[in-house]
């Protein structure tokens, strides 16, 4: 089984940043498998964010391209997403994702509030 933690999340400002970070364990495959953040607003389907595979390219949601930054740190097995200029429209559910030979695994969801 996988285990995913995710922390960081909050109420921020409009304009302002907030670091998410998930730590993943449980497999020995997850150092191979592709990871991301998924969002999920009310009344709203669940929408990828960013993803990033094992060799670290990454992937953007078009709204997300030039102010969010996907990263991974494969030694622990975490994956981050720093988040800046942040809009009144993130707000949002943030569910962390592994994926890997079709299978997916979420964690727990943390909630990111941009407001004044």
């Known amino acids: 089984q996988v285990q995913l933690v995710e922390s960081g999340g909050g109420l921020v400002q409009p304009g302002g940043s907030l670091r998410l970070s998930c730590a993943a364990s449980g497999r020995t495959f997850i150092s191979f498998a592709a990871m991301g953040w998924y969002r999920q607003a009310p009344g709203k389907q669940r929408e990828m964010v960013a993803t990033?595979?094992?060799?670290?390219?990454?992937n953007y949601a078009d709204s997300e391209k030039g102010r969010f930054t996907i990263s991974r740190d494969n030694a622990k097995n975490t994956v981050y997403l720093q988040m800046n200029s942040m809009k009144p429209e993130d707000t949002a559910v943030y569910y962390c994702?592994?994926?890997?030979?079709?299978?997916?695994?979420w964690g727990q969801g943390t909630q990111v509030t941009v407001s004044s």
């Open positions: 994702n592994v994926r890997f030979i079709g299978s997916d695994y």
């Open positions: 990033i595979t094992t060799g670290g390219t990454a």
